[in-house]
């Protein structure tokens, strides 16, 4: 009855950052930064956008001010999504 057995773990590696394991939270924290700040500072080339065949334009759909304002003031007026807590305001008038 293998079932009743005792089940074995499954076979785990640690992160490896520059053929390195990451045993400590200093580590990991050096293998994120690393990772996903590697670019930063580096020239970007667009040009391999203008492989993309783009999508087609697409007409908007006609709504009111008044719906357009029902959506705002359901949305915070005090932050704007992201990590850097920037503050903003709208205006009600037209």
Not at 17 to 22: F, L
Not at 78 to 93: K, R, T
Request: hydrophobic share 40%; with cysteine; glycine share 4%.
């Amino acid at each position: 009855m293998a079932w009743v057995k005792q089940c074995n773990l499954p076979v785990c590696e640690a992160i490896a950052y520059n053929s390195k394991p990451c045993h400590d939270l200093d580590s990991l924290w050096d293998a994120l930064h690393g990772t996903y700040n590697a670019a930063s500072g580096q020239q970007c080339d667009f040009a391999i956008l203008d492989q993309l065949n783009p999508s087609p334009e697409q007409d908007w759909l006609s709504f009111s001010w008044k719906e357009m304002m029902d959506a705002l003031l359901a949305c915070s007026s005090q932050s704007v999504p992201g990590p850097d807590h920037i503050m903003w305001a709208h205006s009600l008038a037209p």
